[in-house]
């Protein structure tokens, strides 16, 4: 687990919400709306950043196993594409949490616009104290934000929001190696620009997912199919960066490049997919 160190920055640091609000209106002009990671076959394949990142959420989502009638639980749902994506695609009743009010508005809109607006809700709530009845859904899902929790507390957390064999989905970077001092110093300053707190092995994921009830239903590294995702996102970025100074500075601009950048070049970190279950015969625990 990685509680990155300090290292001083042009970054101003900031909480969750605030960082969002200052990156994600260039993100979703200049990476795409679903703001996340692209999923591509190979070094062939030629799919947009839009649609590659919509085939990404389709693949967790197809991995829920749920339908009409079923509850799901998105956790850090952001702007709300991908539990708009969810409920389109599956036909289940969907409810986005997250902390960002901005966001969740702009996520209500997004349902309402596409004609979801009385199947897919957004709460703004805690991941970590959620206001939901234990056992509430059929499958949850995280794309991306597991990262801003400690996962000793997220998945208890999620574990009781979860019926019996209620599935949970996760996309995630994870430590390919246990975590050590050479990758601390090379991730600490992504994980302070995003406030992000963790960075776990997929030994650790399995355990805490096994203290609460949780076993393993598949793993897939994403690793190779994502790593498009920040070249194609930096060339549109290049393209556009007049705006991006004028909007962030050219200093900040420059640093923010630069320390995703090094995250994404650092070898022991990759993305998976992760899909747990809740064992019924713990249904009561947690």
């Known amino acids: 687990m990685s509680n990155p160190t300090e290292v001083g920055s042009a970054i101003p640091s900031t909480d969750v919400e605030s960082a969002y609000e200052l990156f994600a209106p260039l993100a979703e002009k200049y990476w795409g709306p679903d703001l996340h990671n692209g999923y591509w076959y190979g070094e062939q394949d030629d799919t947009s950043l839009e649609e590659a990142s919509r085939r990404l959420t389709e693949l967790v989502a197809d991995r829920l196993r749920v339908g009409p009638g079923d509850r799901v639980l998105d956790v850090g749902c952001g702007n709300g594409r ?145 790593a498009q995702t920040w070249p194609r996102a930096l060339e549109r970025l290049r393209e556009n960066w007049s705006e991006i100074e004028r909007v962030l500075g050219s200093e900040v601009a420059e640093r923010a490049v630069r320390v995703v950048d090094d995250w994404r070049a650092v070898p022991e970190i990759g993305f998976m997919v992760m899909t747990l279950r809740r064992r019924e015969r713990d249904s009561e625990a947690g």
């Open 82 to 226: 991908p539990a708009v994506s969810v409920g389109t695609g599956t036909g289940a009743q969907v409810t986005g949490v997250d902390v960002n009010r901005s966001a969740l508005a702009a996520a209500s809109e997004h349902a309402a616009a596409n004609g979801l607006g009385d199947r897919v809700a957004f709460e703004c709530a805690d991941a970590l104290d959620l206001p939901f009845r234990p056992g509430s859904f059929d499958a949850a899902l995280l794309i991306e934000s597991s990262l801003h929790f400690e996962l000793d507390e997220l998945l208890p957390s999620l574990a009781g929001m979860l019926r019996p064999a209620g599935r949970l989905v996760l996309e995630t970077p994870y430590a390919k190696v246990p975590m050590n001092e050479r990758m601390r110093q090379r991730t600490a300053e992504y994980y302070e620009m995003i406030q992000a707190v963790s960075l776990d092995t997929l030994p650790r994921h399995l355990e805490v997912a096994g203290a609460v009830g949780l076993e393993p239903v598949e793993f897939l590294d994403i690793t190779e199919n994502t």
